[in-house]
């Protein structure tokens, strides 16, 4: 099920990136590091972390559309240091989605809405002393969307920064896991 899973988005974005016949289409790969801020119920538990991204980015039928994807790793704690508990909050998101431009010379804001699926991990281990240690590892794969506001900088004719924040928001059948990222890094135009 993941394996077919993963192999509709990547067709997705091959589709996209590479058969996007436009005039005014600039391939962009980008990296950034991002902090993870818990929001909504998840923030009662979870402590801020950390993370980063690879992203993709072409223009579509204007040079102010954009379809991108992105992959990332995000990894938070557990917010209160109590004794004998270790708890652990990891998530892959490999999401595809739109943008728009607000510019398209030198400083350049943007908004866009990105959705696809969530890879999370939790795991948390409580050790009892004498009576042992208890364990659980929960895997799951969730559809999520992440709405995004940010900016990028024509530094040259090779790259940009690119800094933006996004609201990931995980759906599961307990409670919604969100998280806010910050995000900044490079985009180099191929």
Known sequence: MLNKNINTVISALILVFFFSNNQFAQFRVGSQGSVAIPAGYF?????VGFGTNINFSTTV???NIEVTGSIGYYNCGFKEDLPD???????IPILIGARYNFTD???I????????????KYYLEIDYGLLGTLSTDETEAKFGFS???GFRMNMSPLFDVDVNARYNRIRTKYIARAFVSIQAGIAFRI
Do not use: C, I, K
């Open 43 to 47: 923030e009662d538990a979870v402590d």
């Open 61 to 63: 039928f204007y040079s």
């Open 85 to 91: 508990y270790n708890f652990r909050f990891q998530t």
């Open 105 to 107: 010379v030198d400083f």
């Open 109 to 120: 804001p943007y908004a866009g809405f990105d959705a696809g699926l969530y890879y999370s």
């Open 147 to 149: 709405p995004v506001l």
